[in-house]
């Protein structure tokens, strides 16, 4: 979703980054924290792509007004995106009765302080992040690290290898904010507007 927004808005940002994506995507990440959250009013339902339980799911955005720019939209992906993760972090507590009090952020969107507060912020807890990014290749080394004895086992391996570099706090007034954007906003969508995808699904042949 994130390179769709790149590709299609941040003609702009890519211009001035001298078309390295990774700084034009930096500029947008720096004005995150001008928009309040919710952005003004925008909610992102982030199904992009066929979604396995609910496959005729589409994306959509609603609450737009003429206040609204692009920042906006991006932020309502970085937060639709958050709203999805956190549906399925309070499925996975439900079924398996255990809550979970941190979680780690890793990828491309964890080197942003802001995405990564905004995490913290939609799922109400602390969000950690490592020395690096690129965790799958972390939890790789750490194997290859245990399977050349190089560490006894894979405790000792994290010990050594796995390093938490920066802790982010939720932010009581934005939590609850985002607690009621969820609640009374988010959550409704997809059963209000099934119908119409599924009205969207039979239409393919005419669209």
């Not at 992906?77 to 941190?102: D, T």
């Not at 988010?186 to 669209?207: C, F, G, S, T």
């Amino acid at each position: 979703m994130v390179k769709w927004f790149e590709e299609e808005f941040a003609h702009e940002e890519i211009k001035i980054a001298n078309g390295d994506t990774q700084k034009a995507l930096n500029l947008l990440n720096g004005k995150l924290d001008k928009i309040p959250p919710g952005s003004e009013g925008l909610i992102l339902q982030p199904f992009w792509g066929k979604e396995l339980l609910r496959p005729e799911a589409r994306g959509s955005i609603i609450g737009f007004s003429d206040k609204h720019k692009k920042i906006h939209i991006y932020k309502a992906i970085i937060e639709g995106i958050g709203f999805a993760l956190l549906e399925g972090i309070e499925r996975i507590e439900s079924k398996s009765k255990v809550k979970m009090e941190r979680l780690a952020i890793s990828g491309g969107g964890s080197q942003s302080d802001s995405i990564c507060q905004i995490c913290a912020d939609i799922f109400d807890r602390e969000v950690y992040r490592v020395q690096t990014y690129e965790t799958s290749g972390l939890g790789a080394a750490v194997a290859a690290f245990v399977g050349v004895k190089v560490y006894s086992d894979f405790e000792e391996a994290m010990k050594n290898m796995i390093h938490y570099n920066k802790v982010f706090k939720p932010k009581e007034e934005n939590a609850k904010i985002y607690r009621e954007i969820v609640n009374r906003g988010y959550k409704k969508l997809y059963r209000r507007l099934k119908p119409v995808y599924k009205e969207l699904e039979k239409m393919q042949d005419i669209i």
